[in-house]
């Protein structure tokens, strides 16, 4: 079985300032983990994916993410907010072929 | 190139009338997927497709579902005698392969509200 944990349901930053969304899985063997942003009335788009290569991995728009097997994390940070960062984030773990999703993370982005 | 396409993109429908959705995949894409993503639920998987087959089906909520795929392409999610707890965003995805390191593209999604 597999499962993913989003341990903050909404996160709320100013512009310029660095974001952080947690989160933790479960997974009987070595997982493949994704991050997706949703925009309102948007599709899911792909930020980021860790498929047992670097720890460290770098998506698009600047984020990144970093693999910590000790902890069962996969956390994804971006140095810098923009307004367009305002979005749903999903963490997602994969079995060969089945998405499992976090509940989500909205986040918002003051001025 | 054209992306994972869904149609219709919304659709009102009376409980228990019938409603089909359909999804054209990436030209290429030999994986298939359909999630549906509800307030109550969250982002949940129903069924995958494998060229014209579906080896794993046990996201399917009732047997009031179902879906196929033909000729490797275009499939669709049919959703029989429809119920309110239906209403939600039917996603559809699809991938080069089956497998952990294939990224699956969405499409922008069929919203199904059940009147």
């Known amino acids: 079985a597999q499962s993913v944990t989003q341990l903050d349901s909404h996160v709320s930053v100013s512009e310029g300032t660095p974001v952080l969304l947690r989160c933790n899985y479960s997974?009987?063997?070595?997982?493949?983990l994704f991050w997706y942003v949703q925009h309102p009335n948007k599709g899911l788009q792909l930020l980021l994916k860790y498929t047992s290569a670097a720890t460290l991995v770098k998506g698009i728009n600047g984020f990144e993410a970093e693999f910590k097997k000790s902890e069962t994390s996969f956390h994804l940070t971006k140095p810098s907010a923009h307004m367009s960062d305002a979005a749903e984030y999903f963490c997602?773990?994969?079995?060969?072929?089945?998405?499992?999703f976090g509940a989500g993370t909205t986040v918002t982005v003051r001025a | 190139g054209a992306g994972v396409s869904q149609s219709p993109s919304n659709k009102v429908t009376e409980k228990g009338k019938d409603v089909e959705l359909r999804c054209d995949p990436i030209?290429?894409?030999?994986?298939l997927y359909w999630y549906r993503q509800s307030l109550g639920q969250g982002l949940e998987f129903l069924i995958y497709?494998?060229?014209?087959?579906?080896?794993?089906k046990s996201g399917l909520p009732s047997d009031r579902f179902s879906a196929e795929r033909t000729g490797g392409s275009v499939s669709t999610l049919t959703i029989q005698r429809t119920q309110q707890e239906d209403s939600a965003v039917y996603l559809c995805?699809?991938?080069?392969?089956?497998?952990?390191?294939?990224?699956?593209?969405f499409g922008p999604g069929t919203r199904l509200t059940v009147t």
């Open positions: 997602v773990v994969s079995n060969d072929y089945k998405l499992s």
């Open positions: 997974s009987s063997y070595s997982p493949s």
């Open positions: 497709f494998q060229g014209n087959s579906a080896p794993d």
């Open positions: 995805a699809s991938s080069l392969a089956i497998g952990r390191g294939y990224e699956q593209y």
């Open positions: 030209s290429g894409h030999t994986a």
